[in-house]
Each structure stands twice: as structure tokens, then as C-alpha cells.
């Protein structure tokens, strides 16, 4: 199946920093979604981007399909901003179950 | 804003007992999953569900789990047996053909 590599697996930030977080898949997509876990365990949505770029207030996302990667972008970071971050992709061509990366564990720091 | 909801937050159940698992998905979504994660791991796929069968299940969907829409609404997860391997967060999710939108979870402590 789908490989999914999410980079780095430990962030820690000081309020205010901007980070970049990094997926990169093994296999062609046609479906990518980012996720937040909160500190609750939640998972909440934070973007469906197959291809091109989104923004949402002070995150951003951009996948480039062609070589298998998307990036996600956290500006001026919150405390808030804290928790895991999934990277998920369908697991091969015709399924809709997803893959998950291992995620991206930040920390905001006050 | 609609959202997928999962009953009860946090589940306590002794081995070898059956437990339900209850989600209530987007009104007007028709793909419905089921998917876990074990403590400190990631979220791995359990089953997927369309027109009222399923379409998609994982190996860890093994004979001891089933899913059901009883009533046109609810969409539920059972474990027959429980093992104390069971025990993780169980989310439900509901989606259009790509996006998938994922409920709070419930957290299954098998004793």
C-alpha cells in the first residue's frame, strides 16, 4: 500500500514562530487532508487539498501531486497551535480509506 | 456547521464483554467509517460502509466486529468479544466520495 512520511516527527516552537510541516507520499493521489489532533484527542479538519494551495487564517496548505508531497504552514503560532498533525491519503487508486502518516507532534511554547 | 457526533466519549468494559460503539454522521453523506488509533500511535482504517454494505474493511476487522446503520441515521461499531488489544480511540467518520470528516472519538478502555 501507500507509504506516507510525515517530517519532522517532534516540533517545538516559541510563540509567534512559523513552522513548516512536511508529507510526502509514495504513490499518486488524488485526495490529501490535513488533520489536527488536539491535546482531547479530537481530530479536526483542516484541509482537503488534492492539488494547489489553501489558506485558513494563519495556516496554509500546498500539494504538489506530481511529486508527491504537500506542506503545511503555521504562522505566527499560538499555544493553541499545539497537538498532532495528520497528513492522509487514500490508500490506493479506487479506495476511499486513508492512510495516515505517523504525524507531527508541536509544541507552542509561551 | 454539521458534524459528525460519537456516543459515549469514554468507554470502561471488561474483557469478553460486548461493547456498541454509536456515531451520528453528516446528515447528507453517504460513505461512513469506522477508523482506531492505539495509544501514542496513528489512525489506522477499520472499515468503510456505502449503500448500506460494506465496501472496504482492513485485517484488523476481523469476526468480532460488525457495523450496522439500523435506522437511517446512526451508524455503529460492535465488538462481540473485547481484548485488551481493544483498547484505543475509536473515531467515526463521514464523507462525500474524497473528504472525510472525523467525530471526536471514543475512547475504549478494555480492563
Known amino acids: 500500500g501507500i507509504q506516507v512520511e510525515q517530517s519532522p516527527p517532534d516540533l517545538i516552537l516559541q510563540e509567534g514562530a512559523n513552522s513548516t510541516l512536511r508529507c510526502n507520499f509514495s504513490d499518486s493521489v488524488n485526495n490529501l487532508q490535513w488533520f489536527h489532533q488536539n491535546p482531547w484527542g479530537q481530530l479536526i479538519n483542516l484541509f482537503y487539498i488534492p492539488s494547489g494551495t489553501k489558506q485558513n487564517g494563519r495556516l496554509s496548505a500546498t500539494t504538489v501531486a506530481t511529486e508527491r508531497y504537500s506542506l503545511l504552514y503555521i504562522s505566527s503560532s499560538q499555544t493553541t497551535d499545539s497537538g498532532v498533525y495528520f497528513c492522509?491519503?487514500?490508500?490506493?487508486?479506487?479506495?476511499?480509506?486513508?492512510?495516515f502518516g505517523k504525524g507531527t507532534k508541536l509544541s507552542v511554547i509561551p | 456547521e454539521p458534524e459528525v457526533t460519537q456516543t459515549p466519549s469514554h468507554q470502561v468494559t471488561q474483557m469478553g464483554q460486548e461493547v456498541i460503539l454509536r456515531c451520528v454522521p453528516i446528515s447528507n453523506h453517504l460513505y461512513f467509517y469506522w477508523y482506531r488509533q492505539i495509544l501514542g500511535q496513528k489512525v489506522e482504517f477499520l472499515v468503510s460502509f456505502y449503500n448500506n454494505e460494506i465496501s472496504e474493511k482492513s485485517e484488523i476487522f476481523d469476526d468480532q466486529f460488525s457495523v450496522e446503520r439500523p435506522d437511517g441515521s446512526n451508524f455503529t461499531l460492535k465488538i462481540r468479544s473485547t481484548k485488551l488489544e481493544d483498547s484505543a480511540m475509536y473515531f467515526c467518520?463521514?464523507?462525500?466520495?474524497?473528504?472525510?470528516?472525523f467525530g471526536p472519538g471514543t475512547r475504549l478502555t478494555v480492563t
Open positions: 492522509a491519503v487514500p490508500t490506493g487508486a479506487g479506495s476511499y480509506q486513508l492512510t
Open positions: 467518520a463521514s464523507g462525500s466520495s474524497y473528504e472525510q470528516y
